[in-house]
């Protein structure tokens, strides 16, 4: 059973380090995701990042014949990993232009090399200025013409200048958005969402050591147990000290064992330092139900939101980590569960045996 858990919790590491390196590879964790309600222009955009210091993507989502066009202000590529294979990508000099997905290519073309070739998108003709690798997305450069559309989501993505003052950066550009009366469902900071995978490493390893100590600790209560019933039964004949002396092989033992804890408890200690808590699941008062409760709907409303406006990349793709990760936890269970029943029913038998 206890090779199990430690198997367990060791898949739960190795899959919790594969989620947090693709995500790092797919998406640049020092940025922010801004679901915007409100039709915002460019300008206004524009006027906060200068303001702000910070660099800056805007896009305009629509499903279109099936696709998912973008419009967008251009700098995706510094947010996302966006392979563009022909061409280039989208800068917010280019006017009527368009990047399109290979399979998109391939769809209208017969062939991925399209650059220089026109496609009509949203009612108007753009050119084609470059190719995605393994992509189904229309990317076209913002126009304030195309504005009046009923696009399914806004998005705007900001990065600090610089990673020292990044916290504060982000509380900086939140109060001006605010004061300029732009409205939001959800700020998505990447970096908390990425950290949580190492969260998850962290428990694991000191679910790990716990798993591990136990025996140890076990052994260890007893020792002391049968060592403290000794002195008490010759405590009238003998000196506290001289006991211990006498049975210095068992106290080396105890010591040992102590020793042990004291290092393992302070790995724990230095390990729990580094895992970092979102404020979403931070309830206002910890000692209050109903703060937990609140807490709970909070996350609810903030799901159901997500449900009815769509997801962004970064979120589909922190989906699917997750989802694989539970998968293949779950399979490995569902394996030991179909295992010989002869070997469940050995099982059972030395657990009652012993």
Known sequence: MVIKRIYILTLIILCSLTGYFYLQENHNPYSVEVFIEDLVTHEKIKEIAQSQSIIYSLNYEIKYRNENVMMTTGYDTMFKNINVIEGNFITMADRNAVVIGDLVSNSYYRTSESVGRNLTILGKEHIV???????????????????????????????????SIFDRKVEDVKRVIDTNGIRYSEMIVLREKIDSYVNYIIAAIIGILITLAIKPGLKLINDIKR??????????????????????KST???????????????????????????????????????????????????????????????????????????????????????????????????????
Request: aromatic share 14%; with cysteine; net charge positive.
């Open 227 to 248: 060592l403290y019933k000794g002195y008490k039964e010759n405590h009238k004949t003998i000196e506290w000290y001289r006991y211990i002396i006498n049975n210095k």
């Open 252 to 354: 080396l033992k105890i010591c040992i064992l102590l020793g042990g804890g004291v290092i393992v408890a302070l790995i724990m200690y230095q390990l729990t330092k580094i895992i970092t808590i979102p404020k979403e699941l931070i309830p206002d008062n910890l000692f209050s139900p109903v703060s937990y409760i609140n807490q709970a709907k909070s996350l609810f409303e903030i799901w159901y939101e997500r449900m009815n406006r769509g997801f962004s990349h970064f979120l589909i793709n922190r989906l699917l980590v997750n989802f694989s990760m539970i998968a293949v936890i779950f399979a490995v269970q569902i394996k030991w569960l179909l295992k010989d029943p002869c070997q469940i029913h050995y099982e059972g038998e030395q657990r009652i045996e012993n």
């Open 129 to 163: 200025i470059g190719v995605i690798e393994d992509s189904t997305d229309i990317y076209v450069s913002y126009d304030e013409k195309l504005l009046n559309r009923q696009w399914d989501r806004i998005i705007l993505r900001f990065m600090p200048p610089s990673d």
